[in-house]
């Protein structure tokens, strides 16, 4: 299931992923928009929800972001993986921690449940 999310200061699509465990980002799509990277200390092997590693390798480098999703913002260290056909995958963690009620036949999303240290608007 995808979602727009607002992404600093422009709109992208996300994939809603319920076997992801992180929370990954297109490295080719960061480049394109020009957001700043950092290198991580210890590079992280990714593997796919196969369990395969996957074939562009390792991650190596995380942005720093902004989220906006309806009414709600974040800031959050997303890891970079290569090339991709999506922008964005959102992962079981960030939905656990927010505890988002997920509505996968209307594909709808709301952020009711949130806690107050998540930066309602």
């Not at 929370?23 to 369990?51: A, C, G, Q």
């Not at 562009?56 to 290569?82: A, F, N, P, Q, S």
Request: overall charge positive; hydrophobic content about 35%.
């Amino acid at each position: 299931m995808t979602v727009k999310i607002g992404l600093e200061k422009i709109t992208v699509e996300a994939l809603l992923d319920s076997r992801a465990t992180e929370l990954v980002r297109s490295l080719e799509f960061t480049r394109k928009k020009r957001f700043k990277l950092k290198k991580i200390e210890r590079p992280i092997y990714m593997r796919n929800v196969d369990r395969i590693f996957n074939k562009e390798g390792l991650i190596e480098h995380i942005v720093k972001v902004k989220i906006y999703y309806k009414g709600h913002r974040e800031r959050m260290k997303i890891d970079m993986i290569g090339k991709q056909n999506w922008n964005i995958i959102l992962e079981i963690p960030q939905l656990v921690y927010h505890n988002s009620e997920i509505n996968w036949k209307t594909r709808k999303v709301k952020m009711t449940r949130c806690l107050n240290k998540c930066g309602k608007q």
